[in-house]
C-alpha cells in the first residue's frame, strides 16, 4: 500500500494549483502529508467528521448508493475528498479562475 | 425574489441530465421542488445538515474562507449544493454525458 500512495501523491503533487494533500487511514492519522503538520491534523479532524457525515446520509437516501467523491468549493480553495477502503486522500487546491 | 427562483428552476430544468432541484429557505424548508414531497423533504433534511456542517468546518480552518460550493458523487447522482445568504439551492443529477 505504501508504493501506491506514493506513486497518488507524486501524481497530484506535480499538477499545478495544488496546495497540499493529505493520505489519511481508516483510523483518522495522517499517513502522508505535503502540508504543514499543525494544519494537517486540523484538516484531517474536520474532514474525518465531514467524510462520515456524507457518507451516512448517502446511505440514508438509498441504501444502494455509496457516497464516492466530495468536493468543497470555497472562496480562497478548493478540497476534493476521496474515500477508499483502506484510507481516504484530500487534495486541497487553487482553483483556477 | 421568488420570480429569480423561478427562473433559476425554469434553466436548470432544461439539462438532460438534471433527476431533481429543490430550493430551500434559509431554514432549510423546500420552498421550491421538481421531486416529489417526501422525498424532497428527505433531501432538504439530510443535504442541509451535511452543508451546514461543511460551512462551519470551512470557517473553523480559516474565519476568512467561506463554502460556496458542495458537490457530492455517488455511485447513482451527483448532488450539487449551494448554500447562500437567502436560499439553498440542491441539484441532482445523473453525472455523464
Known amino acids: 500500500m505504501s508504493a501506491e500512495v506514493e506513486e497518488l501523491l507524486k501524481r497530484f503533487q506535480a499538477l499545478k494549483n495544488v496546495i497540499g494533500i493529505v493520505v489519511v487511514d481508516n483510523d483518522g492519522i495522517p499517513i502522508k502529508t505535503t502540508l ?9 479532524a474536520l474532514m474525518q467528521t465531514l467524510r462520515e457525515k456524507a457518507r451516512q446520509v448517502v446511505q440514508d437516501l438509498d441504501a444502494t448508493n455509496e457516497f464516492t467523491f466530495l468536493r468543497l468549493r470555497t472562496l480562497l480553495h478548493e478540497v476534493m475528498l476521496c474515500p477508499q477502503d483502506d484510507y481516504f486522500i484530500m487534495v486541497l487546491q487553487n482553483p483556477c479562475d | 425574489m421568488s420570480a429569480e427562483i423561478e427562473e433559476l428552476l425554469k434553466r436548470y430544468q432544461n439539462y438532460p441530465n438534471v433527476v431533481g432541484i429543490i430550493v430551500l429557505d434559509p431554514f432549510a424548508i423546500p420552498i421550491k421542488t421538481t421531486m416529489d414531497y417526501t422525498l ?6 439530510l443535504i442541509s445538515t451535511l452543508t451546514f456542517k461543511a460551512a462551519k468546518m470551512v470557517t473553523n480552518l480559516d474565519s ?8 457530492m458523487r455517488t455511485l447513482n447522482h451527483e448532488v450539487i449544493v449551494v448554500p447562500s445568504e437567502s436560499y439553498i439551492i440542491i441539484v441532482i443529477q445523473k453525472p455523464g454525458t
Open chain 2, 64 to 71: 476568512s474562507n467561506e463554502l460556496v460550493n458542495l458537490r
Open chain 1, 36 to 44: 504543514e503538520y499543525n494544519l494537517t491534523l486540523h484538516y484531517v
Open chain 2, 40 to 45: 424532497t423533504v428527505h433531501y432538504a433534511a
